[in-house]
């Protein structure tokens, strides 16, 4: 005997409509304070002349998605998907220091927050191909 149930399934989602619902900015505290990581290739692309072009984000990111990054392209990388909404920009003219430079997104890091600030990586770079397809 076949039990009928009020089961309604939801309409499929138009790509566009999917892809809208994927949140890009993905928030990350460190220390108390909130930061956000999102992809943009610009960004990555700076971040390896901010480094003189030694470290190849490219091979980087498929890298850290592996799991076999190294500790440059580690920071490299999140330093770039810092660079989105926390875009340094040093001093000039009298104007304060803005944003977070390759240094401080490399003093940010410690063993004791790698798990978070990876976890937070992976998702901003997962966010982003889902928003690609």
Do not use: C, W
């Not at 990555?44 to 990054?69: I, P, R």
Request: glycine content about 4%; aromatic content about 6%; overall charge neutral.
């Amino acid at each position: 005997m076949t039990k009928k149930t009020n089961l309604k399934v939801a309409p499929k989602a138009t790509k566009k409509a999917a892809s809208e619902l994927i949140e890009k900015a993905v928030p990350l505290t460190i220390g108390g304070k909130a930061y956000t990581l999102e992809f943009d290739f610009n960004q990555l692309a700076e971040a390896e002349l901010e480094m003189q072009n030694k470290v190849n984000l490219l091979h980087g990111m498929a890298a850290f998605l592996l799991g076999t990054q190294t500790a440059a392209q580690t920071v490299a990388l999140f330093y770039a998907l810092l660079q989105v909404h926390h875009r340094y920009q040093p001093v000039q003219h009298g104007h304060p220091k803005i944003g977070i430079s390759l240094m401080e997104a490399a003093e940010m890091m410690s063993l004791a927050n790698l798990p978070n600030i990876t976890v937070a990586m992976r998702m901003a770079l997962v966010a982003s191909d889902q928003e690609a397809a």
